[in-house]
């Protein structure tokens, strides 16, 4: 069941180009655009505050994605996402006050930045694996919150920083409705980018990393090379990611990027689908939502009879922070492969439906 | 083929991990064109040979020469650039990667698209690179009858047909030798059979040189050019197969004194 192909019967495809597409299915590809096509029509039907879940979403899963690639696809790991995800939102404001750079150029340039600060601090892992890497990774993130908290020519120290809206020839996406378009147009290129790199030479490279080191060597793979190199292809989905935040919240705090945001973007990882593209969207989506689901259950609950029972009425941030820890134990347990992968059984199941065996 | 030139020569190689030496003084060339084995009992050194000529070890006294060149010193993954591919005894595929993409993999210093061209894919001349080698790889799929299991991940195979798997691997790096470490282990009969068709189709066919370390006599007897024989780390013998095994040093070393008795034994594996 798990390796039903998802394809309709017999393979007619008679030309390389057609085998290689990323949406390999006529109805991938409906549901693609139908998917697009609702997100962008959604400021018709949506108010503001389910508009700033989405935008949240997509911020969050450009970083995440970034993440799967270091872990999910290299087989890496890092504990600092959220550090650099730090230093793409105030790499970005600075180049814009600074130089008087356009925001719509400062999101990229913020990118590349945080892509060069996640080399230098990725370059322990051409040597270290697994828990050493951990701790290296951790360190990383220790040295940048304290960097954010001093260096007041780039974070405006403690005070934290205030942004700009992106503007295009005059017209500012400074609110939810127009937002949203920015974040959806740089998910586009991200993912894209991200399926793209899979199915071409380096980011095959990466993945023979992670499964085989040895033989991936033999076949010509620098190791070191390709090791760092995902430190610094996942710190520019982070730092475009914190661009985004930066200029949709308008001002960025020090306190923001610390080690729990680290942990929740592992989350997003794990509960997507390690090594999953779509994966790195779907866990987004789940941690951005889980605490809303949490929120109205609790509020559903508020004066009934269990809430007098457990009091729970003051304590509604805790369950949050419970529910999410719970979240990835149960996800750890029952579903490895995370939400991609249960998405597949689920297409699985309805192409075979009623004859599932 | 005589006066062949060597495409690879171990010089006075020896290779110790503390106070174990894996190999000792070990001299011998392949000649370019040749079918090349190893062979030698258990623990003789014949996968600590092949690592040193593909890189995993670097030997700790002596010399690897390579179309004349020393790669001793040369990093393993600068080595398939050479010229220089290899399968390995204890599968060592891709298991989540496609069959496709496990073959891919070893066109990796043919490809010249970075991440970024990788990134942007219709634009920078990636997708046209990808289906030049994909035309390419099919070929190799083609030999191998492997075309079934294109697209399934590598992990999920059965075993012979991971070893026919790992073979394209290394031949789609278009090596000039290729070093097989035990490609016939743990096969039926049928398959070693096919397996033997594609090692003298490869060199013929596709002009690879071949070394090679089997422990089934037969087909090491049957399909070899040359045969060196290593004992303890040390060549004990090297020649024409027939030469080898009238070897009094190999008889005793390798097949034991009672030659009637462990023959049969070689067959049963």
């Known amino acids: 069941m798990a390796n039903v192909s998802l394809l309709p019967a017999g393979d007619y495809r008679t030309t390389y180009r057609a085998d290689t597409t990323i949406f390999p299915t006529r109805n991938s590809r409906i549901a693609l655009w139908l998917g697009l096509a609702l997100v962008a029509a959604s400021p018709l039907f949506f108010g503001r505050y389910e508009l700033s879940l989405l935008i949240n979403i997509g911020i969050m899963g450009i970083a995440a994605l970034g993440l799967n690639i270091l872990v999910g696809f290299t087989g890496q790991i890092s504990i600092g996402h959220a550090a650099f995800f730090g230093v793409g939102a105030f790499a970005s404001a600075w180049l814009h006050e600074s130089f008087h750079i356009p925001v719509w150029a400062c999101i990229p340039l913020a990118g590349v930045i945080t892509a060069v600060v996640g080399l230098v601090f990725g370059a322990p892992a051409a040597r270290l694996k697994g828990l050493y890497l951990a701790i290296a990774t951790l360190a990383a993130q220790f040295i940048l919150e304290d960097f954010f908290a001093r260096a007041r020519w780039f974070t405006g120290g403690v005070a934290g920083r205030l942004t700009e809206p992106?503007?295009?020839?005059?017209?500012?996406?400074?609110?939810?409705?127009?937002?949203?378009?920015?974040?959806?147009?740089?998910?586009?290129?991200?993912?894209?980018?991200?399926?793209?790199?899979?199915?071409?030479?380096?980011?095959?490279?990466?993945?023979?990393?992670?499964?085989?080191?040895?033989?991936?060597?033999?076949?010509?793979?620098?190791?070191?090379?390709?090791?760092?190199?995902?430190?610094?292809?996942?710190?520019?989905?982070?730092?475009?990611?914190?661009?985004?935040?930066?200029?949709?919240?308008?001002?960025?705090?020090?306190?923001?990027?610390?080690?729990?945001?680290?942990?929740?973007?592992?989350?997003?990882?794990?509960?997507?689908?390690?090594?999953?593209?779509?994966?790195?969207?779907?866990?987004?989506?789940f941690m951005v939502l889980l605490p809303e689901v949490v929120q109205s259950a609790a509020e559903a609950l508020s004066g009934s009879a269990i809430d007098r029972l457990l009091r729970i009425g003051g304590s509604i941030s805790y369950l949050r922070e419970m529910a999410i820890g719970a979240a990835i134990i149960a996800f750890l347990i029952f579903e490895p492969d995370g939400l991609a992968h249960r998405w597949r059984l689920v297409k699985a199941y309805w192409k075979l439906y009623p004859y599932s065996h | 083929m005589e006066e062949a030139s060597p495409i690879l020569a171990a010089d006075h190689v020896s290779l110790r991990f503390g106070g174990v030496k894996a190999l000792t003084d070990v001299s011998f060339s392949v000649r370019r064109g040749e079918i090349f084995s190893i062979i030698g009992p258990n623990g003789a050194g014949k996968t600590s040979m092949v690592n040193c000529v593909s890189g995993r070890y670097r030997p700790t006294e002596g010399r690897i020469l390579f179309e004349g060149q020393d790669i001793t010193r040369v990093g393993p993954n600068r080595r398939a650039a050479l010229g220089i591919g290899r399968t390995f005894q204890n599968l060592a595929l891709f298991g989540h990667m496609s069959v496709l993409d496990n073959i891919m993999v070893g066109r990796h210093h043919l490809l010249k698209t970075g991440f970024l061209r990788g990134m942007l894919y219709w634009l920078g001349g990636a997708q046209t690179e990808e289906l030049a080698h994909r035309r390419e790889v099919e070929e190799i799929i083609d030999f191998l009858e492997i075309q079934h299991v294109r697209k399934a991940p590598a992990g999920t195979l059965p075993y012979g047909l991971r070893k026919r798997v790992e073979l394209a691997r290394a031949m789609a790096v278009k090596p000039k030798l290729i070093l097989l470490d035990e490609p016939m282990a743990g096969m039926n009969l049928e398959e070693k059979e096919d397996m033997a068709r594609y090692i003298v189709d490869l060199n013929e066919e596709w002009g690879m040189t071949v070394l090679m370390i089997e422990h089934d006599m037969g087909v090491v007897m049957d399909i070899s050019h040359r045969v060196v024989v290593l004992d303890f780390g040390r060549r004990i013998a090297e020649g024409r197969p027939e030469e080898v095994m009238a070897d009094p040093h190999v008889r005793r070393a390798y097949l034991g004194e009672a030659d009637e008795v462990t023959q049969p034994a070689e067959e049963v594996v």
Do not use: C, K, P
């Open chain 1, 166 to 285: 992106l503007t295009l020839f005059g017209f500012a996406f400074d609110r939810e409705e127009t937002y949203i378009y920015v974040v959806l147009f740089f998910v586009v290129v991200m993912f894209l980018g991200a399926a793209n790199l899979m199915r071409t030479r380096d980011g095959r490279a990466l993945v023979a990393v992670r499964d085989h080191y040895l033989s991936a060597e033999i076949m010509g793979i620098n190791l070191a090379y390709y090791r760092t190199l995902s430190f610094g292809i996942a710190s520019l989905y982070a730092g475009i990611g914190g661009a985004l935040y930066a200029h949709y919240l308008m001002f960025v705090s020090v306190e923001a990027f610390n080690i729990l945001f680290s942990i929740q973007f592992l989350g997003m990882v794990i509960i997507g689908g390690l090594g999953s593209i779509m994966g790195s969207l779907m866990g987004a989506a």
